[in-house]
Structures are given as structure tokens and as C-alpha cells.
């Protein structure tokens, strides 16, 4: 995510996606909804949203602020169709007027982004991009409405070790184009040896930009943060739980739910297969293929299909084997966080960061970097456990001892 587009000239980098956006204001009441049935279930679902008599496809960011902005929720359309729904909002609320962002490719079609107040200050996207090659953001990414730039702090940015490795302290400003929310800053590491970054999405780690109000400039509150952005004791906290991290076991648990997210992604296409990106030389996803193969396929895990979960088991181990298991679904929630696997949380950390910086999408970054920030705030499974278990060898043998219990299981 953050060194996915890595330049000195934002700029030219946003302008090569050829995008552009455009501000309109309407009533919701004169706002019209297509249906087509869902090739599985045969219900109803939206196709495509009008506004002033043009077509445009909803994202789940248009959704999402339209709740926002008029206090209701999706399970309303399950009893009232959309016109009716949009008819009675705008017959109670005073001000039904709202303003649209809507997102148009090199081909003109648009895509409908946020809905906010007419009367709320907005970044506008042309304006944002100049700051920031003015300000040169050492990467910027652009995805469904949100640029998100990286910077290093004017203060605090040297490099310093963690579990062998160099980092240096950077800090990435998410912001909104389209209306929906404020710009918000995360505190972020950069991984020197592979250039992986990390960023502590969640809101331990996030400061809010305040823009002001009706027709403020906006542009005063966006430069004081990039002159002068410092955060001591933020960065002292996130520091303290990436060592921490380097010092505990990753659980069953932990490692089940990166994995199913990382499956999801795949799923979805957020993740691009494109192993030969990594750096040589580090420790790397790359380095977790190296396994006999049998006509191509790598012995032991040939009907996983992507490599890159391949090499996740091959870091974490497969539970399942480790513990005597048909299915990691007969333990409980309780037990898979008090059973490790054969890696560190510190593993998971830099093997997430890695896809979300070199093969992920923005979408899919933005994902894996919701679940650092999520774990990075939270105590471990097992935090420090690796001061009183060395190997995991020694960890697991008394681990699996409990686990083969026939009363554990029952738990």
C-alpha cells in the first residue's frame, strides 16, 4: 500500500490513472434506482443509481455515507422500495438537499462516491494532488474516493532496529475526495530492507484533520499537518508493540484470521500474483517457496492454487498437522489463541505488510493494513511467551499435550 506507486512526483503518477470528479447537488427525493434480479438468490438488487437522468454504478462508499448523512440503514429497502424510502426522507428532513461525488474514467463513466452536506468543506482532488508534489509524499495511492500519501515526520525520522531489522518512522494522510469524512494521519514504519510499510490503521494510531466549516479553505489545515506533523509518544507505542510482537508466538488464532483474510482477497482479485517483485535477499515471501516441486506443483501444497498462501503455510505451519486435527473448527475460539503455530506475531506483521506493499491492490492494502492496525492495539494471544518458551519446539510439545486432551476438546 505504501510503496505501491513510490514517486517523487505524485502528480504525475495520479494523472496517469486519468480520472476526474465531478460535484453535483440534488434533492434525494429526484434521485432514481434500477433493480435486476441476483444471478443466485433471483432478488432484487442495484444495478445501477440515476442522478439528473444519467446512469451511474453505486460503490459501497455512496451507500455507506447516505446512511450517514440521513440516519437510516440498508433494512429499509427490505420493506419499502428505494423511491418510496427516498419520498419520506425527503418530506420529514428540512434540508434533503446533498451534494454527490461522482468519479468519471478516461471514457467519461462515472462511478458514485460519498454524499455529504452542501454547506461541508471538501478537498478537491486537483488541489490535493499539487500539495502533495509540492510537499513530494514519497508514495501516493488513489482507490474508491481516498488518496493516501506517505510522508516522513520533520522531526523523529531516523533509522532505527527492531528484531534485526531497520526502520524508519513515516506517516501516511488518508484523504477523502468525494465529501465523506475528514483526512485522517496513521502512524507508519518503513521497513528499510524490503521496503515494506506499515501502517497502524486503527484509531491508537490515527490523528483527525479538522477543515473547518462552509466555504473554509481547507488548504491551511492540510499543510500545517504535512509541515509539522510529530507524534513522540505515538511512535514510542507503536515501536513498543512491534518489539513485543518479535517476543511472542503467533496463536492458532491469530494466524486463522489472516489467513482467511488473505483468502478473501484472493478471492476477490485485490491480490496480484507477482512473486518475482520481491526483494532477494530478504526474508521475504519469495524465500518461503524455495521446496521441491513434482511437475511444477510444490510438494505437500499443490492444491492451494496461490502462491502466496503457499508460502504463508509454509511460515505459519499447517495447524491442522501440528495439532493432530481434522478441522481447526473443533477447538474453540479460546483454545486456537492459547496454541501457537511455528512463527511470531513480529512473521505475520512483516508477511502482511509485504502483500499489502508489493502485491495487493489499494483495496486490498487498505485491508490488510485495517487488521495490523487491529492487532497492533490489542494485547497478543500469547504476547511475551517466547522469554519463557525459546523454540517452538518446546512450546508446542506442551501445547499439543493439551490440546490431544479429551477434555480440552469438549471445551
Not at 177 to 188: C, E, F, Q, R, T
Not at 284 to 307: F, K, V
Not at 346 to 363: G, K, M, S, W
Request: proline share 4%; with cysteine; glycine share 8%.
Amino acid at each position: 500500500m505504501v510503496a505501491a506507486l513510490a514517486t517523487t512526483a505524485p502528480v504525475a503518477v495520479l494523472a496517469d490513472q486519468n480520472i476526474s470528479f465531478d460535484y453535483t447537488f440534488m434533492p434525494i427525493r429526484e434521485m432514481r434506482v434500477t433493480t435486476v434480479p441476483h444471478p443466485k438468490t433471483g432478488k432484487p438488487v442495484v444495478d445501477r443509481v440515476y442522478v439528473q437522468d444519467e446512469p451511474l454504478v453505486p460503490t459501497d462508499r455512496f451507500w455507506w455515507s447516505l446512511y450517514s448523512r440521513y440516519g437510516f440503514n440498508q433494512a429499509f429497502f427490505k420493506y419499502f422500495d428505494h423511491a418510496e424510502v427516498f419520498e419520506r426522507i425527503s418530506k420529514v428532513e428540512g434540508n434533503d438537499r446533498m451534494r454527490l461525488c461522482i468519479e468519471r474514467d478516461e471514457k467519461k463513466n462515472g462511478t458514485l462516491l460519498g454524499v455529504s452536506k452542501p454547506e461541508k468543506p471538501i478537498v478537491v482532488y486537483d488541489e490535493l494532488v499539487n500539495m502533495l508534489g509540492r510537499y513530494q509524499a514519497a508514495s501516493v495511492t488513489y482507490s474508491k474516493g481516498i488518496v493516501e500519501s506517505t510522508h516522513s515526520p520533520r522531526m523523529g525520522g531516523n533509522i532505527f532496529d527492531i528484531a534485526g531489522d531497520k526502520f524508519a518512522n513515516r506517516f501516511v494522510m488518508a484523504t477523502p475526495v468525494d465529501g465523506y469524512g475528514a483526512p485522517n494521519i496513521y502512524l507508519s514504519l518503513l521497513r528499510e530492507v524490503c521496503q515494506n510499510g506499515m501502517i497502524g490503521m486503527s484509531k491508537a494510531f490515527r490523528s483527525g484533520l479538522t477543515l473547518g466549516k462552509g466555504d473554509d479553505d481547507v488548504g491551511p489545515s492540510m499543510t500545517r499537518a504535512l509541515d509539522g506533523f510529530s507524534s513522540d509518544e505515538g511512535y514510542a507505542a507503536l515501536r513498543q508493540r512491534m518489539e513485543v510482537s518479535a517476543k511472542s508466538w503467533a496463536s492458532v488464532y491469530e494466524q486463522n484470521v489472516l489467513l482467511d483474510l488473505l483468502r478473501k482477497l484472493y478471492g476477490q482479485s485485490n491480490i496480484i500474483e507477482e512473486i518475482g517483485q520481491t526483494v532477494v535477499g530478504a526474508k521475504n515471501i519469495r524465500g518461503y517457496l524455495n521446496a521441491s516441486t513434482i511437475d511444477g506443483r510444490i510438494e505437500g501444497l499443490e492444491g492451494i492454487g496461490s502462491q502466496i498462501l503457499v508460502a504463508y503455510h509454509r511460515m505459519t505451519g499447517d495447524a491442522c498437522q501440528i495439532y493432530g486435527l481434522a478441522n481447526l473448527d473443533a477447538l474453540s475460539v479460546k483454545r486456537q489463541r492459547s496454541l501457537p503455530v511455528k512463527c511470531t506475531v513480529y512473521d505475520l506483521i512483516n508477511f502482511a505488510t509485504e502483500v499489502a506493499t508489493h502485491y495487493a491492490n489499494p483495496t486490498g492494502a487498505r485491508a490488510l493494513q485495517g487488521w495490523l492496525g487491529t492487532l497492533l492495539s490489542q494485547e497478543y494471544d500469547m504476547e511475551g511467551t517466547m522469554d519463557a518458551f525459546g523454540s517452538f519446539a518446546e512450546f508446542h510439545t506442551d501445547a499439543k499435550a493439551k490440546v490431544l486432551s479429551p477434555k480440552v476438546l469438549a471445551a
